[in-house]
């Protein structure tokens, strides 16, 4: 390994609390084609057991040291062929720790386009600089007079030249660069205030009219909010010093550099020059790294937050393998109707009209039934968007009308976030060639009741719409990103390899839509796979792929009891020499954890397999091809609160955490807007992270706090002394001091995206409570009620 490895192994090893050694085995498996979920499942004795987060850490660590080295490399050559590499240069470029500090150090040497600084130069005027310099109680205006001619016609444009040179030697200073960075990362205030003209079209954003704090502290929403109120032209923004002490702070920093210690005339004109360096030049560079810095931390914030929230959604509890009946909805044109086996096939479609126009009530209970009755029906997923209530109602009464003794499917309000993208796409018109794009909802539907993994995955998860502020980041970062949560979610669940489709497929370590497509086509052409070897025979799946995948894919009921576990393929011998060790058949060992637990795990370490990949296997003999999702539960809306219109203070209500940003969780509480539990509201105790308490998919009990019908909001808490502390009071007590509405609230604009309903809550209009515009719950709340995208 070359120094240059080591040096990056190094970093990356302590920023992910690790040894160099395991990262540089990591290295080596990524650069080898292995796959995450491969290297932290099955190289565990190689990485020393780094999981899936640390190497997608690591690799994105090792990208950005890499493509850092490259630039270093280009960087020393560029000044190197240019004859103005020194030693002490050389030193300061090779310890350079980022792409920032490295380009600070290019600065003087890079080729620019001609400066004014240039025309100075070539015109005679940096000996009147040095001269300035070298004697600082000679008056500069006397000094400039020996400098004049032709090309430098009076006194004024002499010195000007010269405050020029000065300036860029100032702003290619990397010392200054590096201080004054340091200095505005610790006193920087960012400042927003309203253009005027745009209070009334821009009233969403009034908690930025006049908004002033910490660049440092500031939050990621607040942050994008500011950034996404700049960006529609409604608030300006400065990224500065106090302007009372910071100004006169930071000109001393650059007057520093010139070493300004006098009080003759050469020291005030230096001075002078200093102060104008950062007022013209160096403010605005602060300004757009600071602006760069903030842009990237809160899209990193964002990203995760919409990460955990993915994560959470796509571990849900599945229904299992039940028939289903899916319902999608809707009041004009219908609710659709689909009706998929245990196995998820498509087997029954309807259109019903119980609602206006039609009002045909008792047409669409009769179709109810029958597809119920055909079909042996054991659940009914209802999308929780517009009409959904009413429909819960109409299937409420519906079983009703079953009899005594009889079977009664089970009914579940269910998350229809990204069905109607899923209708649209290629992928359903495939699917689904010959049926109507608004039937094909109510199968996704009733499919992700049965399986959310298996459903979701056939989304883009920038459509699943659990994110804060998702359409402000950076695109490509939050792709990538949600890319990688689906393909560990996937891989930890396991698929499916006789059932799963080839979106499913296509998440598994090694494979990829073309080779997921292959796995299908071989399946539909000959039938279910007896054992995990015959993938072999799929064209295009090499031995590599096979290494990658195998461990993932499950075949239950196969002629090969392990290849229905997550034991790899490679470690079937050693699953052997255990069950051989309790001298029992391998069908009967599995699931026996009492003939397991006595079991010495060291016994059966070797060569090849270390304690951690033995470990693993007896887990996976105690519980074979576990799932590693909760059991199914779902929640149990209030009868008769339907509708926005019927909610009071005091109410205490069963819901769905739908979505979870930085400064609370939002709740599906069954009248068609999801609640908001605030950050302070989320438990008796102190809550840096929403997280620590909830997360997308748990059920909770919520008391209603406070309730704005004009604006759509519904304040919840989770705390057992909600109902002698409303949510605004609560959240301003908890909230840090000096920060205008307490600072954890949402701020205005599309995001986040609650998950939930459509929006569209027809209560009867009421006298919202009374509420300060600029309390905190009311910042927090104004994104509750938009539409899931």
């Known amino acids: 390994m070359d120094k240059t490895a080591e040096n990056i192994a190094r970093i990356i090893a302590d920023e992910i609390g690790a040894r160099p050694a ?61 004859g103005k590499l020194t030693d002490d240069l050389a030193r300061a470029i090779a310890g350079a720790e980022t792409k920032a500090t490295l380009e600070d150090l290019y600065l003087p040497y890079k080729p620019k386009r001609r400066t004014k600084a240039m025309i100075a130069r070539e015109n005679g005027l940096e000996p009147l600089l040095r001269a300035i310099q070298n004697d600082r109680r000679a008056q500069p205006e006397k000094l400039a007079e020996a400098y004049l001619g032709e090309a430098v016609a009076t ?7 010269a405050r ?11 010392d200054l660069l590096g201080r004054l960075r340091a200095f505005m990362h ?14 009334e079209a821009g009233a969403k954003f009034s908690d930025y009219f006049d908004h002033r704090e910490k660049w440092a502290g500031i939050a990621a929403h607040r942050a994008l909010a500011i950034m996404r109120a700049a960006n529609e032209e409604v608030v300006t923004v400065d990224i500065a010093p106090d302007p009372e002490t910071g100004t006169a702070r930071a000109e001393g920093i650059v007057a520093s550099a010139i070493g300004i210690d006098g009080d003759g005339p050469g020291d005030a004109w230096l001075r002078q020059a200093a102060g ?26 964002a990203i995760a937050v919409f990460a955990r929230n993915l994560k959470d959604l796509l571990h849900a509890a599945p229904a299992g393998q039940r028939a289903t009946l899916g319902l999608d909805p809707g009041i004009r044109t219908g609710v659709k109707a689909a009706v998929v086996d245990a196995t998820g096939k498509l087997v029954d479609t309807a259109t019903i009209y119980p609602f206006q126009p039609r009002n045909d009530v008792r047409g669409a209970q009769d179709k109810i039934l029958e597809l119920v009755r055909r079909h042996d029906v054991e659940l009914i997923a209802i999308g929780n968007g517009t009409a959904s209530r009413e429909t819960e109602r109409l299937v409420a009464e519906t079983l009703r009308l079953i009899p005594d003794g009889k079977p009664r499917p089970t009914k579940v309000i269910v998350s229809e976030a990204g069905a109607s993208v899923y209708s649209a796409s290629e992928l359903a018109s495939k699917e689904f060639p010959d049926l109507d794009v608004s039937l094909r909802g109510a199968v996704s539907i009733a499919r992700r009741l049965q399986d959310p993994l298996a459903e979701l995955v056939k989304i883009e998860p920038k459509s699943i719409g659990v994110g804060q502020y998702q359409h402000d980041v950076d695109q490509n970062r939050l792709a990538k990103a949600l890319d990688a949560v689906v393909e560990d979610a996937v891989n930890a669940v396991g698929v499916d390899l006789n059932t799963a489709s080839a979106p499913l497929l296509a998440q598994v370590a090694g494979l990829g839509p073309s080779l997921a497509q292959s796995i299908v086509t071989h399946r539909d052409a000959n039938g279910a796979f007896a054992t995990r070897k015959a993938l072999l025979k799929v ?8 290494e990658q995948c195998a461990g993932f894919l499950r075949i239950r009921d196969g002629k090969e009891p392990l290849d229905g576990s997550a034991v790899h393929p490679e470690a079937y011998g050693l699953a052997r020499r255990i069950v051989e060790a309790c001298g029992r058949d391998i069908r009967s060992l599995m699931g026996n954890a009492a003939m397991l637990k006595g079991l010495n795990p060291a016994t059966f370490v070797d060569e090849h397999f270390g304690l951690p990949t033995v470990r693993d296997i007896l887990s996976e003999l105690e519980k074979p091809g576990r799932d590693p999702r909760p059991d199914f539960r779902t929640a149990s809306f209030a009868e008769g609160v339907d509708e926005i219109g019927d909610l009071r203070p005091g109410m205490v209500l069963e819901g769905t955490v739908t979505n979870v940003a930085a400064f609370g969780a939002f709740v599906d509480i069954g009248v068609h807007q999801d609640g908001l539990v605030h950050i302070s509201q989320l438990a008796d105790r102190f809550v840096k992270d929403p997280h620590e308490v909830v997360k997308a998919g748990d059920v909770v009990s919520v008391r209603v706090v406070e309730v ?36 954890n609230g949402p701020q205005p604009g599309k995001g986040p995206q609650p998950g939930g309903g459509k929006g569209k809550g027809r209560g009867p209009a009421k006298p919202a409570r009374p509420q300060d515009s600029n309390g905190a719950l009311g910042a927090a709340l104004l994104e509750a009620m938009k539409k899931r995208t």
Request: cysteine-free; charged content about 30%; hydrophobic content about 40%.
């Open 276 to 301: 104008w360096t950062w007022r013209v030049k160096l403010k605005l560079s602060m300004y757009l790294d600071l602006l760069g810095d903030l842009r990237r931390r809160a899209h990193e914030e």
């Open 708 to 743: 704005d019908i004009a604006r759509k909001r519904i304040g919840l808490s989770m705390r057992k002394d909600a109902g002698t502390d409303d949510g605004a009071q609560a959240q301003r007590r908890h909230a840090p001091a000096g920060q205008k509405g307490g600072g």
């Open 155 to 161: 006194v004024k444009a002499a010195l000007e030249g």
């Open 186 to 199: 610790a006193e920087a205030i960012i400042a927003a205030t309203v253009v005027p003209g745009k209070e």
């Open 539 to 546: 064209s295009g799946l090499g031995p590599k792929a096979f």
């Open 22 to 82: 395991q990262v540089t085995a990591a290295v080596d498996l990524l650069d080898g084609g292995a796959t995450v979920p491969f290297v932290a499942r099955y190289r565990k004795e190689a990485t020393g057991g780094l999981d899936d987060a640390q190497l997608r850490t690591l690799g994105e660590r090792l990208s950005y040291l890499r493509e850092l080295e490259a630039r270093r490399a280009t960087i020393l050559q560029s000044i190197r062929d240019q």
């Open 164 to 174: 020029d040179i000065q300036a860029e030697e100032l702003t290619e200073n990397a």
